[in-house]
């Protein structure tokens, strides 16, 4: 399977590269963009004190995205790679949360 010309839409990605356990926050590399395929939607609630963004997206990719980094501004919650019978990866899919 040809996975490449699945990805066609762009994507912002921001690997995670720390903490700092004084201000309990963390660091990324600058952005960079990717190759990917999204799908989903991003509902969001309003509630009388605050607003929740939750989010059902999925985003296929080929980067070695992991859980904490950050793809179009949101945090990377979930990860699920898959691979070829021989063990070679094929794609990840990515699950985000805001």
């Known amino acids: 399977m040809d ?22 926050t963390d660091t990324y590399a600058a952005a960079q963009d990717i190759g990917c395929f999204v799908y989903g939607d991003i509902v969001n609630l309003r509630y009388s004190t605050e607003k929740a963004d939750l989010s059902g997206q999925t985003i296929l990719v080929k980067a070695d995205v992991n859980v904490g980094d950050k793809i179009n501004g949101q945090l990377v919650k979930k990860v699920l790679p898959y691979y070829y019978f021989d063990g070679t990866l094929v794609y990840k899919e990515v699950h985000i949360m805001d």
């Not at 994507?11 to 903490?19: I, P, V």
């Open 3 to 24: 996975i490449d010309k699945y990805l066609t839409m762009k994507c912002s990605w921001e690997q995670k590269t720390g903490s700092n356990e004084r201000f309990m």
